[in-house]
T-cell receptor, first 106, second 115 residues
Framework: KNEVEQSPQNLTAQEGEFITINCSYS?????LHWLQQHPGGGIVSLFM???GKKKHGRLIATINIQEKHSSLHITASHPRDSAVYICAVNRVQFYFGTGTSLTVIP | EPEVTQTPSHQVTQMGQEVILRCVPI?????FYWYRQILGQKVEFLVSFYNNEISEKSEIFDDQFSVERPDGSNFTLKIRSTKLEDSAMYFCASSAVSIPYNEQFFGPGTRLTVL
């Protein structure tokens, strides 16, 4: 049973394209997190959301609590955005999605 | 910029041996976490720790695992008798206040290989 589902699993985009990664969850949550995992394995926290929308540079994250759904958008994608993007939710415990592997081609 | 550090970066051990993975969280952080990621699989929550006590733990965190903050700076994960299936990347994280109210910062990970 997967408490967190992400789509797509893999995504290839041309540099400059607008990218959307989706996350759906089935448990009640206190917050949703978007994480970025680099090819070397390191993990960076991008966003933490409990409602609405957040923007940081070219990254935008939205959450719809009623629909239990979140999206991560990347505008003007760049090859350095290539990474695995992970959605995670927590209430008491943490649940992680399997990640979306993004490759941006120059 | 402050960061979470982990040592060693790679640990190889024989099945049945005890291992201790070490983490130095960001100095003013109060909440500490361990996660693991088996190769090719998703990240899994192991345990959270606050005020010298375990706050939450997952089903994975059984009696073979323990955590400790032995001094003011280190946070350790001990696996008493390693099994082959313990082979994974182990990430430590810390946050200033209890998430979800604050973001967490991850260490670079320790790759544990059990032979």
């Amino acid at each position: 049973k997967n408490e967190v589902e992400q789509s797509p699993q893999n995504l290839t985009a041309q540099e400059g394209e607008f990218i959307t990664i989706n996350c759906s969850y089935s448990v009640g949550i206190s917050a949703l997190h978007w994480l970025q995992q680099h090819p070397g394995g390191g993990i960076v926290s991008l966003f933490m959301l409990s409602s609405g929308k957040k923007k940081h540079g070219r990254l935008i994250a939205t959450i719809n609590i009623q629909e239990k759904h979140s999206s991560l958008h990347i505008t003007a994608s760049h090859p350095r955005d290539s990474a695995v993007y992970i959605c995670a939710v927590n209430r008491v415990q943490f649940y992680f999605g399997t990640g979306t592997s993004l490759t941006v081609i120059p | 910029e402050p960061e979470v550090t982990q040592t060693p970066s790679h640990q190889v051990t024989q099945m049945g041996q005890e291992v201790i993975l070490r983490c130095v969280p960001i100095s003013n952080h109060l909440y500490f976490y361990w996660y693991r990621q088996i190769l090719g699989q998703k990240v899994e929550f192991l345990v959270s720790f606050y005020n010298n006590e375990i706050s939450e733990k997952s089903e994975i965190f059984d009696d073979q695992f323990s955590v400790e903050r032995p001094d003011g700076s280190n946070f350790t994960l001990k696996i008493r008798s390693t099994k082959l299936e313990d082979s994974a990347m182990y990430f430590c994280a810390s946050s200033a206040v209890s998430i979800p109210y604050n973001e967490q910062f991850f260490g670079p990970g320790t790759r544990l290989t059990v032979l």
